[in-house]
């Protein structure tokens, strides 16, 4: 299975972005995907994750209520929508694929993810 990300840029605060992940290589049928960031100088941290039996995603509280996970499974696609983004959101964004998985439930860990994008880069300054 692989994963890739686009989508980032350069956007002004309260601003939005969608970042899209590919994945291919598997079915999307039990699954779950990660979203992470990495800002300059920190530790690469949980966005939300969001797992196929359970059919929601789940968000770290920094972004909830400004960020939303959707896919498409006959694109297989997977998107961050990312809007009121914020000057501290600026980070290099990784797509992360747990396969297979028949939880009812995703993890923040980076340790249960076993296939990574490479990432994209968002800017968040005027």
């Known amino acids: 299975a692989q994963v890739q990300e686009s989508g980032g840029g350069l956007v002004q605060p309260g601003g939005s972005l969608r970042l899209s992940c590919a994945v291919s290589g598997f079915t999307m049928d039990y699954y779950a995907i990660g979203w992470f960031r990495q800002a300059p100088g920190k530790l690469r941290e949980g966005v939300g994750c969001?797992?196929?039996?359970?059919?929601?995603?789940h968000y770290a509280d920094p972004v909830k209520g400004r960020f939303t996970i959707s896919e498409d499974n006959a694109k297989n696609m997977v998107y961050l929508q990312m809007d009121s983004l914020k000057p501290e959101d600026t980070a290099v964004y990784f797509c992360?694929?747990?396969?297979?998985?028949?939880?009812?439930?995703?993890?923040?860990?980076?340790?249960?993810?076993?296939?990574w994008g490479q990432g994209t880069q968002v800017t968040v300054s005027s």
């Open positions: 992360a694929l747990r396969y297979p998985w028949y939880g009812n439930d995703c993890s923040a860990e980076e340790s249960e993810y076993r296939y």
């Open positions: 969001f797992s196929s039996r359970e059919g929601f995603a």
